[in-house]
């Protein structure tokens, strides 16, 4: 009987540790968190060079350049290399600029070979011309010279880059503004009106006056042009956009200048002004804009 108990209670024994063991394996178990590791480490992007300032966007040409072989960019000369305006309306800045040695070179762009030279000085002035651009190392400016001939399918204002080290620059304050809609002619300086007039004539739809910014080239009087009546002519840098020549010249330079008749689209291109206004116009600096709208 006692051997019997033993048994039982053995049996008994092993029973409840079976199921003490069962419930430790059905129980559920808290989630065992995962092996942390390492964070991956992004190496630090390289931040990107700013981009080089608009007054520094052309690096420096120090080269030599013998402009002696060049063609002068002069009112008589036609220099296929210089680029037309890209943007006829667009501003000018206060800025005149002129050659610092008897002739420097005249770039298409910066870092290209100069394809002509601008001279101190010339027989019809056009050697102090208009900035557009500024650069630390560079000014593009407006040109007296031709691109082509309308002949040829080309005409409008040229341009070129000038090195800044090749360059006196100054002040110019002054900006003649033409409308031919409104028949005015306005005079700024530092943006104010200075002199306004109204009413002169302008180019045929055959011989049109040409649009867009040029400037002051040259001033001069001809006696022999009686229709001026001894008024000075103001001649402007660009020439008509359908003339290859005029009067017997191999150019066909567009001017203010005095003339009796002076209303409506009557001109062969020059835009014909009364006395005072030719008067007032001659006595700008030579270089000074003109701004030609519709």
Known sequence: ???????????????TAAGVLSAV???????????ETAPTISPSPTAPSPPPSPAERYPA???????????????????????????PGGPVLPLSASAAAPSVPVFPEPGSP????????QAHDGTTVPVIEQHTHW??????????LPSGGVEGQTTGWLRASDVTLSDNPYVVTVSISSGTI?????????????????????????????????????????????NPTTALAVQSPTLDGFGGAS????????????????????????????????????????????
């Open 114 to 121: 100069p394809v002509a030279q601008l001279p101190q000085a």
């Open 25 to 35: 394996l059905l129980w559920p178990r808290p989630e065992t968190p995962p092996l």
């Open 251 to 294: 150019v066909a330079v567009t001017a203010f200048h005095y003339h009796d008749a002076r209303s409506g689209p009557i001109s062969n291109g020059c835009i014909r002004v009364d006395a005072a206004t030719a008067q007032y116009l001659a006595g700008l600096p030579l270089g000074t804009p003109v701004l030609v709208a519709p």
């Open 139 to 148: 000014v593009k400016v407006l040109l007296p010279a031709r691109a082509g």
């Open 61 to 87: 040409d120090s080269a030599a350049y013998d402009v002696a072989a060049l063609p002068a960019a002069q009112v008589y000369s036609v220099i296929p290399g210089l680029p037309l305006d890209p943007d």
């Open 1 to 15: 009987m006692e051997r019997r108990r033993r048994n039982l209670v053995a049996i008994s024994a092993a029973v």
């Open 186 to 230: 306005a005079v700024a300086e530092s943006g104010q009106t200075v002199y306004e007039s109204s009413g002169f004539a302008y180019g045929t739809p055959a011989t049109p006056t040409p649009l867009g910014r040029t400037f002051i080239m040259t001033v001069f009087t001809d006696p022999s042009a009686t229709y001026t009546r001894g």
